[in-house]
């Protein structure tokens, strides 16, 4: 499992760790901000998006053996959340690009071409892969609300599959292409669910009830029979001013 982690002062790197959460081990450490969006299907390589080249984000592949950055021959750095088709020859991202409200584009690693996908007038990003590279599933705004589309991955309007006031956040199929696991927030609280392709059924996974807790990020393990994901606390502190007392002068 491929994870974020941001050191004491440090930058976001990116770890490794075994599906049981042993043998964490940093792979791509700073100074530059790293982000590990993808595995390539060879499972030796990782699409990172980093500012490593000057500051400017851009898409590399990194070879986890060798640690060693290839940057891919398309100019990403005003993308969003890319991610990698399953045959490692697309990337799907959204971006403002072209507009003032964001859209999902598609760049194609092979033509080293561009286009835009979507033309909303909301809100489509986010986009996710179905396992046979045929379908892309969004989140689309409408109002304060964010629903779940699905639309061919060759571009088209989406059609929306949730229908529930609230925020379903997409971000990964089953392997078998019939479920779309997503961090769904229902009656306040926040937690994972997964959305029927066909059927539209839907099915809350974790029994989160805090208001102080939010999930991420559900990725479904590739025999489909786990999923991991992000699950952090809000926490704060309350401190008491003195209001009635001057600051101390400097020296």
Same mark, same amino acid.
């Given at each position: ?83 990698? &088709? $399953? #045959? !490692?020859? *697309? @990337? %799907?991202?959204?971006?403002? +690009? /072209? ?5 999902? =584009? ?67 199929? &089953? $392997? #078998? !292409?019939? *479920? @779309? %696991?997503?961090?769904?927030? +229902? /009656? ?5 669910? =997964? ?57």
């Amino acid at each position: 499992i491929a994870f974020g982690w941001i050191p004491p002062g440090g930058s976001n790197d990116v770890w490794l760790m075994d599906p049981d959460g042993g043998r964490q081990r940093p792979v791509i450490e700073g100074p530059a901000v790293a982000y590990g969006n993808d595995f390539y299907p060879d499972g030796k390589r990782i699409l990172t998006f980093s500012d490593r080249d000057g500051g400017k984000f851009n898409a590399y592949e990194f070879e986890i053996a060798t640690r060693t950055f290839r940057k891919l021959p398309v100019d990403l750095s005003d993308a969003i959340s890319i991610r990698l &088709s $399953p #045959d !490692g020859k *697309r @990337i %799907a991202y959204h971006s403002k +690009r /072209d507009s003032i409200t964001i859209n999902t =584009w598609m760049a194609d690693l092979t033509t080293r071409t561009q286009h835009k996908l979507t033309f909303d007038r909301e809100f489509v990003g986010y986009p996710c892969w179905s396992p046979d590279g045929r379908e892309l599933a969004l989140e689309v705004r409408r109002g304060d609300d964010i629903f779940i589309g699905v639309m061919p991955s060759a571009g088209g309007t989406p059609e929306l599959l949730t229908e529930k006031r609230g925020l379903s956040w997409a971000f990964s199929y &089953s $392997p #078998d !292409g019939r *479920r @779309i %696991a997503f961090a769904g927030y +229902r /009656d306040d609280t926040w937690n994972l669910w =997964w959305i029927d392709r066909g059927t539209r059924e839907e099915r809350r996974l974790t029994g989160n009830t805090r208001l102080d807790v939010y999930i991420r990020y559900p990725s479904w393990s590739p025999k489909g029979d786990r999923i991991v994901y992000e699950q952090a606390e809000t926490r704060g502190q309350v401190f008491l001013l003195d209001g009635g007392r001057p600051a101390p002068s400097s020296p």
